[in-house]
């Protein structure tokens, strides 16, 4: 019943900025671990940013520090990645998702994924 819906993608020039927005539908309050994922063409799908429960811990592939800050507003149930200085290897597909707890870049448990969101940035 829970859905994760993201949006914000879309074509953009290296050194443009982008955000991306995930809602989350079937709560009344997102107050549960969430982060953003990406798939390039013929690359694994790796973790980009990550937020705790209440949006007071922050976790970041190095690619993303400094560039790709994540927030939530849990009363609107909507995440957020503010995508900025875009390169051309950040084309990707981006996903959010919902986790049950994270720790680390590499130590999360994801329960739901939502459909992704294509990014385009072109040089």
């Known amino acids: 019943q829970v859905r994760l819906v993201e949006s914000g993608g879309g074509s953009v020039q290296a050194g443009g900025s982008l955000r991306l927005s995930c809602e989350s539908s079937?709560?009344?309050?997102?107050?549960?671990?969430r982060a953003w994922f990406r798939q390039a063409p013929g690359k694994e799908r790796e973790f980009v940013a990550g937020?705790?429960?209440?949006?007071?811990?922050?976790h970041y592939a190095d690619f993303a520090k400094g560039r790709f800050p994540i927030s939530k507003n849990s009363v609107k149930n909507t995440l957020y990645l503010q995508m900025n200085s875009l390169k051309a290897d950040d084309t990707a597909v981006y996903y959010c998702?919902?986790?049950?707890?994270?720790?680390?870049?590499?130590?999360?448990?994801?329960?739901?994924w939502g459909q992704g969101t294509q990014v385009t940035v072109s040089s």
């Open positions: 998702a919902a986790l049950r707890s994270i720790r680390s870049t590499t130590d999360y448990d994801v329960s739901l």
């Open positions: 937020i705790n429960d209440i949006g007071s811990s922050f």
């Open positions: 079937g709560l009344t309050f997102d107050t549960t671990p």
